[in-house]
Nanobody, 124 residues
Framework: QVQLVESGGGSVQAGGSLRLSCAAS????????VAWFRQAPGKEREGVAA????????YYADSVKGRFTISQDNAKNTVYLQMNSLKPEDTAMYYC?????????????????WGQGTQVTVSS
């Protein structure tokens, strides 16, 4: 059974930093795309960043470019999201997801595997 487990969420003041972790089990993540999505109350889930594990190519939403960095540790089967210069509008539940289907990195329906989410709250 494939499982993705997020950790690292919490509360921080604007301008602060957090690092989210997504630990994968049940399969090797080296041949898939792993992404972070987020969903704020009353809003649709949106893509934040993604990484293609095989080649290391990364993608970011415009709203987080220059502030967030997605990275991988294949030895630990873990993907990280380093979030710097956090803003109140970054407040959301953050989800890790994985897919093997070809397509746009931010297309939610392509992601077959999801974690349970971790809350990030940024206060002004």
């Amino acid at each position: 059974q494939v499982q993705l487990v997020e950790s690292g969420g919490g509360s921080v003041q604007a301008g602060g930093s957090l690092r989210l972790s997504c630990a994968a089990s049940g399969y090797t993540i080296s041949s898939i795309c792993v992404a972070w999505f987020r969903q704020a109350p009353g809003k649709e889930r949106e893509g934040v960043a993604a990484i293609y594990i095989g080649g290391g190519t990364t993608y970011y939403a415009d709203s987080v470019k220059g502030r967030f960095t997605i990275s991988q540790d294949n030895a630990k089967n873990t993907v990280y999201l380093q979030m710097n210069s956090l803003k109140p509008e970054d407040t959301a539940m953050y989800y890790c997801a994985a897919k093997t289907r070809v397509g746009s990195w931010s297309r939610i329906i392509d992601y077959a595997y999801w974690g349970q989410g971790t809350q990030v709250t940024v206060s002004s």
